[in-house]
Protein backbone atom coordinates (compact mmCIF):
# COMPACT_ATOMS: atom_id res chain seq x y z
CA UNK A 1 0.00 0.00 0.00
CA UNK A 2 1.32 3.53 -0.99
CA UNK A 3 0.50 6.80 0.59
CA UNK A 4 -1.29 9.15 -2.01
CA UNK A 5 -3.04 12.70 -1.96
CA UNK A 6 -6.49 11.99 -2.45
CA UNK A 7 -9.50 15.44 -3.23
CA UNK A 8 -12.50 15.19 -1.56
CA UNK A 9 -15.35 17.32 -1.37
CA UNK A 10 -17.55 17.73 2.45
CA UNK A 11 -20.45 19.70 3.25
CA UNK A 12 -19.38 20.63 7.17
CA UNK A 13 -22.22 23.24 9.26
CA UNK A 14 -19.95 25.85 10.21
CA UNK A 15 -21.53 28.89 12.81
CA UNK A 16 -20.31 31.93 11.46
CA UNK A 17 -19.52 35.22 13.87
CA UNK A 18 -22.92 36.89 12.94
CA UNK A 19 -25.12 33.49 13.51
CA UNK A 20 -22.59 33.25 16.96
CA UNK A 21 -23.81 36.58 17.84
CA UNK A 22 -27.38 35.68 17.36
CA UNK A 23 -27.11 33.26 19.66
CA UNK A 24 -25.11 34.75 21.99
CA UNK A 25 -28.20 37.51 22.10
CA UNK A 26 -31.15 34.96 22.46
CA UNK A 27 -29.26 34.46 26.03
CA UNK A 28 -29.67 37.46 27.16
CA UNK A 29 -32.43 38.76 29.84
CA UNK A 30 -34.33 41.59 29.08
CA UNK A 31 -31.70 44.14 30.91
CA UNK A 32 -28.77 42.70 29.00
CA UNK A 33 -30.04 43.12 25.93
CA UNK A 34 -31.03 46.65 27.28
CA UNK A 35 -27.32 47.39 28.11
CA UNK A 36 -25.83 45.26 25.01
CA UNK A 37 -28.03 47.67 22.17
CA UNK A 38 -27.05 50.72 24.26
CA UNK A 39 -22.81 50.10 23.43
CA UNK A 40 -23.87 49.25 19.87
CA UNK A 41 -26.24 52.45 19.10
CA UNK A 42 -23.34 54.38 20.88
CA UNK A 43 -21.15 53.26 18.14
CA UNK A 44 -23.53 53.31 15.25
CA UNK A 45 -24.43 56.53 13.56
CA UNK A 46 -27.08 55.30 12.06
CA UNK A 47 -28.98 54.61 14.47
CA UNK A 48 -30.94 57.48 15.86
CA UNK A 49 -32.92 55.94 18.97
CA UNK A 50 -34.01 52.60 20.22
CA UNK A 51 -37.62 52.68 20.79
CA UNK A 52 -39.13 50.45 24.39
CA UNK A 53 -42.10 50.50 23.70
CA UNK A 54 -44.33 49.87 20.52
CA UNK A 55 -47.11 52.25 21.15
CA UNK A 56 -45.39 55.41 21.71
CA UNK A 57 -46.42 56.02 25.50
CA UNK A 58 -43.77 55.50 27.17
CA UNK A 59 -40.29 57.30 26.79
CA UNK A 60 -37.75 56.33 24.61
CA UNK A 61 -33.99 55.57 24.54
CA UNK A 62 -32.13 58.54 22.92
CA UNK A 63 -28.82 56.78 21.43
CA UNK A 64 -26.58 59.85 22.25
CA UNK A 65 -27.56 59.25 25.85
CA UNK A 66 -25.27 58.11 28.41
CA UNK A 67 -27.39 56.35 31.16
CA UNK A 68 -27.33 52.85 32.31
CA UNK A 69 -29.25 50.96 34.59
CA UNK A 70 -26.14 50.39 36.94
CA UNK A 71 -26.60 54.56 37.68
CA UNK A 72 -28.98 53.76 39.69
CA UNK A 73 -27.27 51.93 42.35
CA UNK A 74 -25.82 54.23 45.24
CA UNK A 75 -22.51 52.50 46.87
CA UNK A 76 -23.40 51.25 50.23
CA UNK A 77 -21.12 50.47 53.07
CA UNK A 78 -20.15 47.12 53.36
CA UNK A 79 -20.30 44.67 56.31
CA UNK A 80 -16.83 45.33 57.25
CA UNK A 81 -17.15 48.98 56.44
CA UNK A 82 -19.77 49.17 59.22
CA UNK A 83 -17.97 46.70 61.31
CA UNK A 84 -15.11 48.86 61.00
CA UNK A 85 -16.95 52.15 61.72
CA UNK A 86 -17.67 50.83 65.16
CA UNK A 87 -14.25 50.68 66.39
CA UNK A 88 -14.11 54.80 66.23
CA UNK A 89 -16.92 54.40 69.20
CA UNK A 90 -14.09 51.75 71.29
CA UNK A 91 -11.39 53.19 73.40
CA UNK A 92 -8.10 51.08 72.15
CA UNK A 93 -4.70 51.88 71.41
CA UNK A 94 -3.44 52.65 68.29
CA UNK A 95 -1.29 49.41 67.65
CA UNK A 96 -4.36 47.57 68.02
CA UNK A 97 -6.12 48.98 65.21
CA UNK A 98 -4.40 47.39 62.33
CA UNK A 99 -4.59 43.76 63.77
CA UNK A 100 -8.53 44.09 64.73
CA UNK A 101 -9.07 45.21 61.13
CA UNK A 102 -7.33 42.15 59.85
CA UNK A 103 -9.90 40.26 62.06
CA UNK A 104 -12.94 42.05 60.28
CA UNK A 105 -11.84 41.63 57.22
CA UNK A 106 -11.20 37.47 57.55
CA UNK A 107 -14.78 37.41 58.81
CA UNK A 108 -17.21 35.24 56.32
CA UNK A 109 -20.69 37.12 54.75
CA UNK A 110 -21.88 35.09 57.92
CA UNK A 111 -19.68 37.13 60.39
CA UNK A 112 -17.81 33.98 61.36
CA UNK A 113 -14.33 34.16 61.58
CA UNK A 114 -12.38 32.26 58.94
CA UNK A 115 -8.88 31.78 60.02
CA UNK A 116 -7.51 30.26 63.48
CA UNK A 117 -5.40 32.47 65.97
CA UNK A 118 -2.17 31.40 65.06
CA UNK A 119 -2.81 32.20 61.43
CA UNK A 120 -4.04 35.61 62.41
CA UNK A 121 -1.01 36.40 64.49
CA UNK A 122 1.49 35.02 62.05
CA UNK A 123 -0.03 37.38 59.33
CA UNK A 124 -0.04 40.52 61.58
CA UNK A 125 3.48 40.02 63.08
CA UNK A 126 2.12 39.52 66.63
CA UNK A 127 1.21 37.00 69.18
CA UNK A 128 -2.24 34.31 69.50
CA UNK A 129 -2.71 36.53 73.19
CA UNK A 130 -2.73 39.45 71.44
CA UNK A 131 -5.27 38.25 68.57
CA UNK A 132 -7.07 36.73 71.21
CA UNK A 133 -7.67 39.77 72.57
CA UNK A 134 -8.74 41.18 69.10
CA UNK A 135 -11.33 38.61 68.38
CA UNK A 136 -12.56 39.73 71.95
CA UNK A 137 -12.84 43.88 70.97
CA UNK A 138 -15.15 42.46 67.20
CA UNK A 139 -16.93 40.33 69.74
CA UNK A 140 -18.28 43.14 71.39
CA UNK A 141 -19.27 44.84 68.02
CA UNK A 142 -23.03 44.98 67.07
CA UNK A 143 -24.47 42.92 66.15
CA UNK A 144 -23.88 39.98 68.73
CA UNK A 145 -22.64 37.14 67.07
CA UNK A 146 -20.47 38.51 65.24
CA UNK A 147 -16.76 37.20 65.80
CA UNK A 148 -17.68 33.43 66.14
CA UNK A 149 -15.71 30.32 65.00
CA UNK A 150 -18.41 27.91 65.22
CA UNK A 151 -22.28 28.19 65.50
CA UNK A 152 -22.08 27.77 69.30
CA UNK A 153 -19.81 30.24 69.98
CA UNK A 154 -22.58 32.61 68.64
CA UNK A 155 -25.33 31.30 70.08
CA UNK A 156 -23.25 32.12 73.18
CA UNK A 157 -22.61 35.59 72.16
CA UNK A 158 -25.83 36.33 71.93
CA UNK A 159 -27.08 34.29 74.68
CA UNK A 160 -24.76 36.24 77.21
CA UNK A 161 -26.39 39.48 76.92
CA UNK A 162 -30.15 38.56 77.49
CA UNK A 163 -31.88 38.21 80.82
CA UNK A 164 -32.36 34.49 81.06
CA UNK A 165 -28.24 33.45 80.54
CA UNK A 166 -27.23 31.03 82.92
CA UNK A 167 -23.58 30.02 83.44
CA UNK A 168 -24.14 26.03 82.49
CA UNK A 169 -25.06 27.46 78.41
CA UNK A 170 -21.45 28.98 78.02
CA UNK A 171 -20.15 24.96 78.27
CA UNK A 172 -23.23 23.46 76.28
CA UNK A 173 -22.97 25.95 73.78
CA UNK A 174 -19.47 26.18 72.88
CA UNK A 175 -18.81 22.49 73.30
CA UNK A 176 -22.16 20.48 73.28
CA UNK A 177 -24.24 21.88 71.08
CA UNK A 178 -24.49 18.34 69.77
CA UNK A 179 -27.16 17.44 72.69
CA UNK A 180 -29.21 20.19 72.00
CA UNK A 181 -29.18 19.26 68.07
CA UNK A 182 -30.26 15.46 69.08
CA UNK A 183 -32.28 16.27 71.62
CA UNK A 184 -30.47 14.43 74.54
CA UNK A 185 -31.91 15.91 77.88
CA UNK A 186 -30.86 13.48 79.88
CA UNK A 187 -27.44 13.68 78.91
CA UNK A 188 -27.71 17.84 79.52
CA UNK A 189 -29.49 17.21 82.58
CA UNK A 190 -27.27 14.73 84.48
CA UNK A 191 -24.27 17.16 83.27
CA UNK A 192 -25.84 20.42 84.48
CA UNK A 193 -28.28 19.33 86.52
CA UNK A 194 -31.06 21.68 85.57
CA UNK A 195 -34.56 20.87 84.85
CA UNK A 196 -37.15 20.38 82.31
CA UNK A 197 -38.56 23.53 82.24
CA UNK A 198 -35.01 25.04 82.10
CA UNK A 199 -33.98 23.01 79.20
CA UNK A 200 -37.31 24.52 77.03
CA UNK A 201 -36.73 27.82 78.47
CA UNK A 202 -33.25 27.48 77.01
CA UNK A 203 -34.60 25.91 73.81
CA UNK A 204 -36.75 29.21 73.45
CA UNK A 205 -33.95 31.65 74.53
CA UNK A 206 -31.59 30.07 71.43
CA UNK A 207 -34.82 30.33 68.96
CA UNK A 208 -34.87 33.83 69.19
CA UNK A 209 -31.16 34.06 67.83
CA UNK A 210 -29.60 34.77 64.52
CA UNK A 211 -27.33 32.23 63.18
CA UNK A 212 -25.88 34.40 60.81
CA UNK A 213 -25.27 37.38 62.44
CA UNK A 214 -22.84 39.02 59.32
CA UNK A 215 -26.86 39.16 57.20
CA UNK A 216 -27.71 41.54 59.33
CA UNK A 217 -25.72 43.96 58.11
CA UNK A 218 -25.60 42.73 54.56
CA UNK A 219 -26.68 45.52 52.04
CA UNK A 220 -26.35 44.02 48.93
CA UNK A 221 -28.73 45.69 46.55
CA UNK A 222 -32.10 43.89 45.29
CA UNK A 223 -32.18 41.94 42.38
CA UNK A 224 -35.33 43.34 40.31
CA UNK A 225 -36.79 40.47 38.21
CA UNK A 226 -37.88 41.67 34.71
CA UNK A 227 -40.21 39.48 33.11
CA UNK A 228 -39.97 38.82 29.54
CA UNK A 229 -44.06 38.06 28.97
CA UNK A 230 -47.44 37.74 30.60
CA UNK A 231 -49.61 34.66 30.41
CA UNK A 232 -52.98 35.33 30.85
CA UNK A 233 -56.42 33.56 30.38
CA UNK A 234 -58.98 35.61 27.81
CA UNK A 235 -62.48 33.78 27.27
CA UNK A 236 -61.07 30.61 28.29
CA UNK A 237 -58.11 31.14 25.95
CA UNK A 238 -54.42 31.25 27.45
CA UNK A 239 -52.73 34.54 25.84
CA UNK A 240 -48.95 35.83 25.70
CA UNK A 241 -48.31 39.67 25.67
CA UNK A 242 -44.77 40.07 25.42
CA UNK A 243 -43.78 43.47 27.22
CA UNK A 244 -42.36 46.20 25.14
CA UNK A 245 -38.68 46.38 26.96
CA UNK A 246 -38.24 42.73 25.28
CA UNK A 247 -38.75 44.14 21.87
CA UNK A 248 -36.67 47.34 20.56
CA UNK A 249 -37.48 48.88 17.68
CA UNK A 250 -34.75 50.66 15.82
CA UNK A 251 -35.25 54.16 14.39
CA UNK A 252 -32.32 54.45 11.39
CA UNK A 253 -31.08 58.13 10.87
CA UNK A 254 -32.28 59.29 7.14
CA UNK A 255 -29.66 61.74 6.91
CA UNK A 256 -26.78 59.82 6.28
CA UNK A 257 -26.68 58.97 2.29
CA UNK A 258 -23.98 57.47 0.12
CA UNK A 259 -21.41 59.81 0.22
CA UNK A 260 -18.41 61.32 -1.61
CA UNK A 261 -14.97 60.25 0.55
CA UNK A 262 -13.95 56.09 0.22
CA UNK A 263 -13.26 56.17 3.52
CA UNK A 264 -16.66 57.67 5.12
CA UNK A 265 -18.49 55.38 2.74
CA UNK A 266 -16.43 52.42 4.01
CA UNK A 267 -16.76 53.00 7.34
CA UNK A 268 -21.13 53.47 7.05
CA UNK A 269 -21.34 50.15 4.93
CA UNK A 270 -19.70 48.47 7.68
CA UNK A 271 -22.50 49.74 10.45
CA UNK A 272 -25.32 48.93 7.78
CA UNK A 273 -24.30 45.39 7.72
CA UNK A 274 -23.94 45.69 11.63
CA UNK A 275 -27.75 47.45 11.43
CA UNK A 276 -28.76 44.86 9.45
CA UNK A 277 -27.80 42.05 11.23
CA UNK A 278 -28.67 43.53 14.68
CA UNK A 279 -32.50 43.98 13.75
CA UNK A 280 -32.01 40.40 12.09
CA UNK A 281 -30.55 39.34 15.52
CA UNK A 282 -33.87 40.70 17.44
CA UNK A 283 -36.60 39.12 15.48
CA UNK A 284 -34.76 35.41 15.84
CA UNK A 285 -34.42 36.33 19.28
CA UNK A 286 -37.97 37.36 19.89
CA UNK A 287 -39.49 34.51 17.54
CA UNK A 288 -37.36 31.60 19.36
CA UNK A 289 -38.45 33.09 22.60
CA UNK A 290 -41.84 33.52 22.04
CA UNK A 291 -42.07 29.89 20.10
CA UNK A 292 -40.36 28.31 23.27
CA UNK A 293 -43.07 29.89 25.92
CA UNK A 294 -46.51 28.82 23.76
CA UNK A 295 -44.83 25.33 23.64
CA UNK A 296 -44.37 25.63 27.39
CA UNK A 297 -47.88 26.86 27.99
CA UNK A 298 -49.07 24.09 25.42
CA UNK A 299 -47.44 21.34 27.64
CA UNK A 300 -47.41 23.11 31.30
CA UNK A 301 -51.54 23.88 30.60
CA UNK A 302 -52.45 22.09 33.70
CA UNK A 303 -50.23 24.56 36.00
CA UNK A 304 -51.65 27.49 34.47
CA UNK A 305 -55.25 26.59 35.04
CA UNK A 306 -54.94 24.86 38.49
CA UNK A 307 -51.97 25.85 40.08
CA UNK A 308 -48.27 24.70 41.17
CA UNK A 309 -49.58 21.00 42.30
CA UNK A 310 -50.37 20.58 38.72
CA UNK A 311 -47.11 20.84 37.41
CA UNK A 312 -46.23 17.91 35.04
CA UNK A 313 -42.89 16.68 34.14
CA UNK A 314 -40.90 18.34 31.29
CA UNK A 315 -37.98 18.22 29.57
CA UNK A 316 -35.39 20.67 27.57
CA UNK A 317 -35.19 17.52 24.75
CA UNK A 318 -39.45 17.68 24.93
CA UNK A 319 -39.66 21.29 23.63
CA UNK A 320 -36.79 20.88 21.62
CA UNK A 321 -38.35 17.96 19.71
CA UNK A 322 -41.20 19.61 19.06
CA UNK A 323 -40.00 22.67 17.64
CA UNK A 324 -37.34 21.22 16.01
CA UNK A 325 -34.45 22.52 17.35
CA UNK A 326 -31.76 22.21 19.76
CA UNK A 327 -31.97 21.18 22.96
CA UNK A 328 -29.04 23.89 24.01
CA UNK A 329 -31.28 26.79 21.92
CA UNK A 330 -34.07 26.23 24.07
CA UNK A 331 -31.71 26.13 27.11
CA UNK A 332 -30.63 29.55 26.26
CA UNK A 333 -34.00 31.15 25.15
CA UNK A 334 -34.86 30.34 29.05
CA UNK A 335 -31.56 31.22 30.42
CA UNK A 336 -32.72 34.22 33.28
CA UNK A 337 -36.21 34.21 32.00
CA UNK A 338 -39.14 34.78 33.98
CA UNK A 339 -42.59 35.07 32.65
CA UNK A 340 -45.62 36.59 34.65
CA UNK A 341 -48.32 34.36 35.52
CA UNK A 342 -51.65 34.33 37.32
CA UNK A 343 -49.85 32.16 39.89
CA UNK A 344 -46.86 34.50 40.36
CA UNK A 345 -43.84 35.87 38.52
CA UNK A 346 -41.58 32.15 37.64
CA UNK A 347 -38.05 31.86 35.69
CA UNK A 348 -39.22 29.48 32.74
CA UNK A 349 -36.49 27.31 34.27
CA UNK A 350 -39.07 26.51 36.71
CA UNK A 351 -41.52 25.28 34.37
CA UNK A 352 -38.58 22.41 33.42
CA UNK A 353 -39.03 20.09 36.01
CA UNK A 354 -37.89 16.32 36.34
CA UNK A 355 -40.38 13.54 37.42
CA UNK A 356 -41.31 9.84 38.61
CA UNK A 357 -43.99 8.03 36.79
CA UNK A 358 -46.94 7.64 38.67
CA UNK A 359 -50.41 5.69 37.52
CA UNK A 360 -51.52 9.05 35.85
CA UNK A 361 -48.26 9.98 34.15
CA UNK A 362 -45.57 11.19 35.51
CA UNK A 363 -45.55 13.67 38.23
CA UNK A 364 -42.93 16.44 38.96
CA UNK A 365 -40.13 16.28 41.72
CA UNK A 366 -40.88 19.21 42.94
CA UNK A 367 -44.61 18.60 43.51
CA UNK A 368 -44.09 15.88 45.37
CA UNK A 369 -41.83 17.52 47.81
CA UNK A 370 -44.44 19.90 48.03
CA UNK A 371 -46.81 17.08 49.21
CA UNK A 372 -44.14 16.15 51.58
CA UNK A 373 -43.83 19.28 53.28
CA UNK A 374 -47.65 19.86 53.67
CA UNK A 375 -47.98 16.65 55.05
CA UNK A 376 -45.49 17.14 57.53
CA UNK A 377 -46.97 20.99 58.06
CA UNK A 378 -49.88 19.16 58.98
CA UNK A 379 -48.41 16.48 61.34
CA UNK A 380 -48.81 16.41 65.62
CA UNK A 381 -45.45 17.86 66.55
CA UNK A 382 -45.52 15.26 69.62
CA UNK A 383 -45.83 12.13 67.41
CA UNK A 384 -44.43 13.26 64.69
CA UNK A 385 -44.81 11.27 61.51
CA UNK A 386 -41.56 8.78 60.25
CA UNK A 387 -40.94 8.37 56.04
CA UNK A 388 -42.69 5.37 56.17
CA UNK A 389 -46.02 6.81 57.29
CA UNK A 390 -44.93 9.96 55.17
CA UNK A 391 -44.67 7.42 52.36
CA UNK A 392 -48.25 5.70 53.49
CA UNK A 393 -49.95 9.29 53.79
CA UNK A 394 -48.60 10.18 50.07
CA UNK A 395 -50.36 6.80 49.08
CA UNK A 396 -53.79 6.99 50.48
CA UNK A 397 -54.26 10.88 50.25
CA UNK A 398 -52.91 11.87 46.89
CA UNK A 399 -52.50 7.89 45.25
CA UNK A 400 -48.69 8.92 44.97
CA UNK A 401 -46.31 5.72 45.16
CA UNK A 402 -42.40 6.53 46.72
CA UNK A 403 -40.23 4.39 48.06
CA UNK A 404 -39.44 5.03 51.37
CA UNK A 405 -36.18 5.73 50.55
CA UNK A 406 -37.17 8.39 48.00
CA UNK A 407 -39.30 10.13 50.62
CA UNK A 408 -36.06 10.55 52.80
CA UNK A 409 -34.18 11.91 50.24
CA UNK A 410 -36.54 14.34 49.35
CA UNK A 411 -37.09 15.05 52.53
CA UNK A 412 -33.66 15.78 53.65
CA UNK A 413 -33.17 17.91 50.37
CA UNK A 414 -36.24 20.23 52.10
CA UNK A 415 -33.74 20.54 55.28
CA UNK A 416 -36.55 18.91 57.41
CA UNK A 417 -35.02 16.89 60.06
CA UNK A 418 -35.78 13.57 61.44
CA UNK A 419 -38.90 12.40 62.87
CA UNK A 420 -37.04 12.48 66.38
CA UNK A 421 -35.38 15.74 65.55
CA UNK A 422 -39.26 17.23 64.95
CA UNK A 423 -40.67 15.70 67.99
CA UNK A 424 -41.68 18.73 70.84
CA UNK A 425 -42.97 17.83 73.96
Not at 2 to 9: D, E, G, P, S, T
Not at 87 to 97: A, G, R, S, T, V
Not at 198 to 207: A, F, P, W
Request: hydrophobic share 35%; aromatic share 10%; charged share 25%.
Amino acid sequence: MKQHLVQQQTIQHKLNQSLIQSIQMLQFTSTELYEYINEIAKDNPLIEEVIYDADGRQPTYQASDTFSLEAMNSSEKTLYDQLKEQLLNIDIPKEFIPIVEFGIDSLNENGYLEITLEDWASACNTTTSITEEALHIIQQLEPRGIGARHLGECIYLQLYEMDGYRSFMEDLLIHHLDWIADFNFSVIEETYGITREEYNELVKLIQTCDPKPGKLLDTTQVEYIVPEAKIWKVQAKWKITFHHWTVPKLVIDSTYKQMADKEVEKFLKSKREQLQWLEGALKYRTATIELVIREIVKKQIDFFDYGILHLGSMTLNDVADELELHPSTISRAINNKYVETPHGIYPLKFLFQSGIEQEDGKKATIVLKHLIHQIIDGEDRTRPLSDEKIRNKLQEKYSVQLARRTVMKYRQELNIPASFKRRKE
